[in-house]
């Protein structure tokens, strides 16, 4: 079956502007999570979802980062008012429920370039 | 809060040679612990995991136990080939409420003919 998909796989933007970036997770699949790659790094959780709520949001790095899943499937990241720092690999993953055994699936990620 | 520290790498070896990288942990409680593997080209992808002390995890001729006495949980493989040629992470995972993934850093592994 479709494993996670991201789109777009790459983006480009301008220091200052606003993107959103989508996570479509294997269906039936509860649990969504968010994570960030720097180069040369390993992830960092970012923020996960259990249905449509946000279960825990603490690694999000400041307010200019926001996530939904308003119909616990689809999830959007948005970041507003982009910097440099914020460029990375973007890496949604999603599981059948949140815990240790249940086995993350992570998608291929969006690499963002804030230029 | 919780934490993984990966061997530094990169690391290259002969095909055939016996391979260890180390990983340990910092976590409260009783985490579960994790390792991904992302190939050249693809996505992160998990290669085993164990989830309790004592527990040995292994897939495609890895192996690594969970070693509470020393938080530690080193991947090692008797003969490597050149397709295990990757970038390889070392994870945990909380209790319950706390399942989000804490990842090493990562070491890059190359495999020589």
């Known amino acids: 079956g479709a494993g996670v998909s991201q789109t777009p796989s790459n983006k480009v933007t301008e220091k200052g502007k606003y993107v959103e970036l989508r996570c479509d997770p294997i269906?039936?699949?509860?649990?969504l999570y968010w994570y960030r790659q720097s180069l040369g790094q390993g992830p960092e959780f970012l923020i996960y979802?259990?249905?449509?709520?946000?279960?825990?949001d603490s690694g999000l790095p400041n307010d200019r980062f926001f996530a939904v899943r308003p119909e616990g499937s689809v999830s959007t990241l948005k970041i507003q008012r982009t910097e440099r720092g914020d460029s990375a690999v973007y890496l949604c993953a999603s599981s059948p429920q949140a815990g240790a055994n249940y086995e993350q699936y992570f998608g291929p990620g969006t690499r963002l370039t804030v230029t | 809060g919780n934490s993984v520290t990966q061997m530094e790498g990169p690391v290259t070896l002969s095909e055939e040679a016996f391979l260890t990288i180390n990983c340990t942990y910092t976590a409260t409680g009783y985490p579960s612990l994790f390792w991904y593997v992302q190939y050249p080209g693809e996505g992160l992808q998990l290669l085993l995991k164990?989830?309790?002390?004592?527990d040995k995890g292994s897939n495609k001729g890895f192996e690594a136990t969970y070693r509470k006495e020393t938080t530690s949980f080193h991947l090692e493989k008797g003969s490597v080939q050149v397709s295990d040629s990757a970038v390889y992470f070392c994870?945990?995972?909380?209790?319950?409420?706390?399942?989000?993934?804490?990842f090493g850093t990562g070491t890059r592994l190359t495999i020589i003919p």
């Open positions: 994870a945990l995972s909380g209790d319950f409420g706390n399942e989000k993934l804490t």
């Open positions: 164990a989830t309790k002390a004592d």
């Open positions: 979802f259990q249905g449509t709520g946000a279960a825990d």
């Open positions: 269906s039936g699949h509860t649990a």
